[in-house]
């Protein structure tokens, strides 16, 4: 006869207890008193620097935490990772207030629960919260959503400059500034705000509004259009800046580029739309690495793309008389070909100076009309004068040496009645015309002579334009209308990335972006741990 004993570890005793693994792949532990699991710090963790890879499943102890813990991976309502047990005990349930709305501000944060018994003090899913605007409970995903780590900045730190040229001596000439009083508070780079950025501003006196982003340094955040002087060098007001970001990247590779259809062939187009950015880490065909384009078209598996070029004039324009027929200087000339629509939204030059009555009549009187140009954008500041709305842009119509002046509300347009009154506005204006080329006015490019010049004609395919002769400073923006061609080459492999995602270095955070601007004077409200 032969004794078969029971599969444990117990190897002595025929029923010892021990830890039993059935045939049903169940395992138990004959024990009526306790299982010490494996603890440690959280430097031990699996997955730790030095320490064996975390899998899904693991359970421990934390003795730096005093809790226990599991490895997961659910990524429906959390980050992959180490999570703390719930237990039975009663959580908190907590109402965080994150101000009122202001019919211009969408994004509210950083979400922050107070709990200091959870891991993270934020949700990272919009179902995890109730989210209030007012007593009115908004829908999650419907009405608002998350944006993590978005390039946001709510600080004193911070002053506009129509010119910053008086601050950088000469470096940006003429450009307007959203400044940093302080790297150490408010760093722009590292806030990951980009170039062509949309960004929006509020809490200001003046400049409250949505830009485009020029050029980005520590201190210095350049826009594409006028501010008004606001300097903030007290510290005394608290303003914010968020950028719009796409939140959503996808990515794949591409196999073969051609000339026949301007066709770009990726291992899969899902998620892809068109105007989204797409950028290739090597360069196939005339398709260069690391430059942002555009998608235009989409027919599985192929796109076809386009590009978006920025830059300034900044030098001397010569007339179809001069030595170089016709030649606009730019900045650099790089990514510019024949026949792409440009625009040019106003010369750089900056005046500014007080106003000291108006009348029915149209006139405006100023201090002095020195460096007026009939077509400058013109912002007035400080106290309502006459029918004249701070921080409304207006256009210069007609200068009357050497005080005065009468404005239009579109470039071109009929003269605005500023009523009449008499008192103090201050204003500032900015050139929008540079010889003969207009604001706003889309141009085609002719040719592009050299790696800093171009030239142009007013119409597609058109004659060569005279654009005069002068100097000044106008930003310009280039757009390829039709689709680039991309040259012929492949089989190759590609590596290409759509969207934008933006990882903060030094905070890891949740806001709620709301659909619509959240009306002026409503709380917001956000309920943490109704889910616990």
Not at 165 to 186: K, L, M, N, Q
Not at 499 to 510: F, H, K, L
Request: proline share 5%; aromatic share 10%.
């Amino acid at each position: 006869m032969r004794f078969l004993k029971k599969q444990n570890t117990n190897q002595s005793a025929l029923n010892g207890k021990g830890i039993r693994y059935g045939a049903d792949e169940v395992s138990q532990i004959d024990s009526g008193n306790a299982l010490i699991i494996p603890k440690g710090t959280t430097a031990e963790r699996p997955g730790a620097v030095g320490a064996v890879a975390a899998q899904e499943g693991m359970i421990r102890y934390n003795t730096s935490e005093n809790y226990f813990e599991v490895y997961e991976l659910n990524t429906t309502y959390f980050t992959p990772g180490w999570k703390r047990f719930r237990t039975d005990e009663p959580r908190i349930i907590t109402a965080q207030s994150l101000g009122n709305g202001d019919d211009v501000e969408h994004l509210f944060g950083p979400l922050n629960s107070g709990d200091s018994s959870q891991i993270e003090p934020y949700a990272l899913n919009p179902a995890q919260v109730v989210a209030y605007v007012e007593n009115v409970p908004q829908l999650p995903v419907t009405n608002y959503y998350f944006i993590q780590n978005p390039c946001r900045i709510n600080s004193n730190k911070i002053g506009f400059y129509a010119d910053y040229s008086v601050v950088a001596g000469g470096t940006y000439t003429g450009i307007s500034v959203i400044r940093s009083w302080d790297a150490a508070y408010v760093d722009w780079a590292d806030l990951g705000f980009y170039v062509d950025q949309i960004i929006v501003v509020s809490g200001s006196a003046s400049n409250n509004g949505v830009y485009q982003v020029l050029s980005v340094t520590a201190t210095a955040l350049a826009v594409t259009t006028l501010l008004v002087n606001e300097f903030n060098a007290g510290f005394t007001t608290t303003m914010t800046v968020n950028g719009y970001i796409n939140q959503t990247v996808y990515d794949g590779t591409a196999t073969q580029v051609s000339s026949t259809g301007n066709l770009i062939t990726l291992n899969s187009t899902t998620g892809l739309t068109t105007g989204a950015e797409i950028v290739f880490d090597t360069a196939i065909g005339n398709i260069l690495a690391n430059k942002r384009y555009y998608i235009k078209s989409i027919a599985s598996p192929n796109i076809t793309v386009t590009s978006i070029e920025r830059g300034t004039a900044s030098a001397t324009i010569s007339s179809l008389a001069g030595v170089n027929p016709g030649r606009i200087t730019v900045n650099s000339s790089t990514g510019l070909t024949t026949g792409m629509e440009i625009v040019f939204t106003g010369a750089y030059a900056f005046n500014a100076g007080s106003v000291s009555a108006v009348n029915s009549g149209g006139n405006i009187t100023i201090d002095s009309t020195s460096g007026l140009v009939v077509g400058m954008r013109i912002i007035f500041a400080g106290n309502s004068l006459g029918n004249i709305v701070p921080g409304t842009t207006y256009y210069i119509k007609t200068i009357t040496p050497s005080t005065t002046i009468t404005i239009s509300t579109s470039l071109g347009g009929g003269t605005f009645n500023p009523g009449t009154a008499t008192g103090t506005m201050n204003f500032t204006a900015s050139g929008s015309t540079m010889g003969n080329i207009l604001p706003d006015v889309t141009y085609y490019i002719y040719d592009v002579p050299t790696a800093t010049t171009i030239r142009i004609s007013g119409s597609s395919g058109g004659p060569l334009f005279d654009p005069g002769t002068d100097t000044g400073y106008v930003v310009w923006t280039a757009t390829q209308s039709s689709a680039i061609d991309p040259g012929t080459a492949g089989p190759t492999s590609v590596n290409w990335l759509s969207g934008r995602t933006y990882s903060n270095t030094t905070n890891a955070n949740s806001y709620v972006y709301f659909g619509t601007p959240v009306p002026a004077g409503k709380p917001v409200t956000i309920i943490h741990g109704y889910d616990r």
